[in-house]
């Protein structure tokens, strides 16, 4: 045990030292705390819903407003319908097809014909819109039938379903109109305000969703990230020949332990403190983000809880197994090798967490959260999400804990197998086989 701390320190030290892992660590922290204080300094108000500085109200000129182009060849629109759809929007009539297709084009009209020209920003507007970027174009061709004109269409385009709001409106107009029945008593009858009130009994997975995937992701990212590196850490002491040095004076057991636990310590340290300064500092302004990003940061403390034993413990797992990978390997370019069917695994676990997370109390999230490679985030997803029995809490911490322990054992012994083995790296199979006959 004395050795043990002996290493534990030394790595601890190595970490912490190193003022580039410091300062990213206390700068990401800073930047996320930080992030956390802007709706006090800047009007965030549309985001947030809570006007917290005063500012003057904003004008909207005519110049400001987005330029709509229509053509009404079947004799049906009133400007009203348009302006209830698109309030925002600044619409001008054009005389026919091709002057639509020129507008849209960047070219304008000129009484001799039609002229391809290049708009510029500085050059004056008529009333009629000329020069400006128009947003679309509509040709109303019948009742219920239009064409959409557009130059270049984004992805999110939902001009066309707008449209078909206005052309709805319209037709509704004209028909209530002819039958003599009142449109607005029917609007009414069919908008008429529902009121509910929900109670939740035990937990509402919509809202608690987001903060679990985020919670899950992060477990990954410190399993792939940190796993590389004690892997390294490892392999590098065999590739300098330090190893040779370091077993005379202390035991491959306490070596690849200390190893481990320093990595845990120093990626828990670094991901906890850039988590806890934005966790801590929304808390403080939650009330001025107007609870916008509650969905994120608003975490449960059972949550936080339920986080850090089973995040911790699959990162302990985790960390011992790509320790064990890296004793395997002499040279620090072979690691990746090592630790890529490692990789595959910790994928695969992640991604069916993550489509599993919809369905927090099915079979197969249920099976994984009593598997030790898995359980880190699917037994934290089912105590966030769902609904899960204590005895069942336990059992599956029970077996990470104990898997933690069988696979640091296990790690320890290929370590001790491979400190002084150099040249060619050695197969998973071959090295569990060898422990097999020396028990």
């Given at each position: 045990?004395?050795?043990?701390?002996?290493?534990?320190?030394?790595?601890?030290?190595?970490?912490?030292?190193?003022?580039?892992?410091?300062?990213?660590?206390?700068?990401?922290?800073?930047?996320?705390?930080?992030?956390?204080?802007?709706?006090?300094?800047?009007?965030?108000?549309?985001?947030?819903?809570?006007?917290?500085?005063?500012?003057?109200?904003e004008t909207s000129t005519q110049g400001e407003r987005e330029l709509y182009l229509y053509l009404d060849e079947a004799g049906i629109l009133e400007k009203e319908a348009l302006?209830?759809?698109?309030?925002?929007?600044?619409?001008?009539?054009?005389?026919?097809?091709?002057?639509?297709?020129?507008l849209m084009s960047g070219g304008e009209l000129s009484e001799a014909g039609l002229e391809e020209t290049s708009r510029t920003e500085t050059e004056d507007q008529d009333a009629?819109?000329?020069?400006?970027?128009?947003?679309?174009?509509?040709?109303?061709?019948?009742?219920?039938?239009?064409?959409?004109?557009?130059?270049?269409?984004?992805?999110?385009?939902?001009?066309?379903?707008?449209?078909?709001?206005?052309?709805?409106?319209?037709?509704?107009?004209?028909?209530?109109?002819?039958?003599?029945?009142?449109?607005?008593?029917?609007?009414?009858?069919?908008?008429?305000?529902?009121?509910?009130?929900?109670?939740?009994?035990?937990?509402?997975?919509?809202?608690?969703?987001?903060?679990?995937?985020?919670?899950?992701?992060?477990?990954?990212?410190?399993?792939?990230?940190?796993?590389?590196?004690?892997?390294?850490?490892?392999?590098?002491?065999?590739?300098?020949?330090?190893?040779?040095?370091?077993?005379?004076?202390?035991?491959?057991?306490?070596?690849?332990?200390?190893?481990?636990?320093?990595?845990?310590?120093?990626?828990?340290?670094?991901?906890?403190?850039?988590?806890?300064?934005?966790?801590?500092?929304?808390?403080?302004?939650?009330?001025?983000?107007?609870?916008?990003?509650?969905?994120?940061?608003?975490?449960?403390?059972?949550?936080?809880?339920?986080?850090?034993?089973?995040?911790?413990?699959?990162?302990?797992?985790?960390?011992?197994?790509?320790?064990?990978?890296?004793?395997?390997?002499?040279?620090?370019?072979?690691?990746?090798?090592?630790?890529?069917?490692?990789?595959?695994?910790?994928?695969?676990?992640?991604?069916?967490?993550?489509?599993?997370?919809?369905?927090?109390?099915?079979?197969?999230?249920?099976?994984?959260?009593?598997?030790?490679?898995?359980?880190?985030?699917?037994?934290?997803?089912?105590?966030?999400?769902?609904?899960?029995?204590?005895?069942?809490?336990?059992?599956?911490?029970?077996?990470?804990?104990?898997?933690?322990?069988?696979?640091?054992?296990?790690?320890?012994?290929?370590?001790?197998?491979?400190?002084?083995?150099?040249?060619?790296?050695?197969?998973?199979?071959?090295?569990?086989?060898?422990?097999?006959?020396?028990?």
């Amino acid at each position: 045990m004395k050795k043990l701390w002996i290493v534990l320190k030394y790595e601890l030290k190595e970490y912490f030292s190193n003022k580039p892992f410091l300062i990213m660590t206390v700068a990401l922290a800073i930047l996320g705390a930080a992030a956390m204080f802007l709706p006090r300094f800047f009007d965030l108000s549309d985001f947030t819903g809570v006007q917290v500085t005063q500012r003057e109200p904003e004008t909207s000129t005519q110049g400001e407003r987005e330029l709509y182009l229509y053509l009404d060849e079947a004799g049906i629109l009133e400007k009203e319908a348009l302006t209830a759809v698109f309030p925002d929007a600044d619409w001008q009539p054009v005389e026919s097809r091709e002057e639509m297709e020129a507008l849209m084009s960047g070219g304008e009209l000129s009484e001799a014909g039609l002229e391809e020209t290049s708009r510029t920003e500085t050059e004056d507007q008529d009333a009629a819109g000329q020069g400006r970027v128009p947003q679309a174009g509509f040709v109303i061709t019948g009742e219920t039938s239009y064409e959409y004109y557009v130059y270049n269409k984004s992805m999110n385009d939902g001009n066309m379903v707008m449209f078909d709001q206005v052309m709805g409106l319209l037709y509704r107009s004209r028909h209530c109109a002819e039958q003599g029945w009142n449109l607005e008593e029917i609007q009414a009858m069919y908008d008429v305000p529902i009121s509910v009130t929900e109670q939740v009994l035990n937990k509402d997975s919509g809202e608690n969703f987001w903060y679990c995937y985020v919670l899950v992701i992060t477990v990954f990212v410190m399993i792939t990230m940190y796993g590389q590196m004690i892997a390294v850490a490892v392999t590098n002491e065999k590739s300098n020949r330090a190893i040779e040095v370091l077993v005379t004076s202390t035991t491959p057991n306490s070596l690849l332990f200390g190893k481990v636990i320093a990595g845990a310590v120093g990626g828990v340290f670094q991901v906890g403190l850039i988590l806890g300064a934005l966790l801590c500092s929304y808390q403080w302004n939650r009330q001025i983000w107007g609870g916008q990003l509650d969905r994120f940061l608003h975490v449960p403390a059972e949550v936080l809880a339920a986080f850090a034993v089973f995040g911790l413990g699959g990162y302990l797992f985790y960390a011992f197994l790509y320790g064990a990978m890296g004793a395997l390997v002499s040279k620090t370019e072979d690691v990746s090798k090592s630790v890529g069917g490692l990789m595959v695994a910790v994928m695969a676990v992640y991604f069916v967490s993550l489509i599993q997370l919809t369905n927090v109390d099915g079979p197969v999230i249920k099976v994984l959260s009593f598997l030790p490679f898995s359980s880190y985030s699917t037994m934290f997803a089912r105590i966030a999400m769902g609904t899960v029995a204590p005895w069942e809490i336990i059992l599956s911490a029970a077996i990470l804990f104990a898997s933690i322990m069988g696979v640091g054992v296990v790690g320890a012994r290929i370590y001790r197998m491979g400190t002084l083995r150099y040249g060619n790296p050695i197969r998973l199979t071959s090295a569990l086989k060898e422990i097999h006959r020396d028990k």
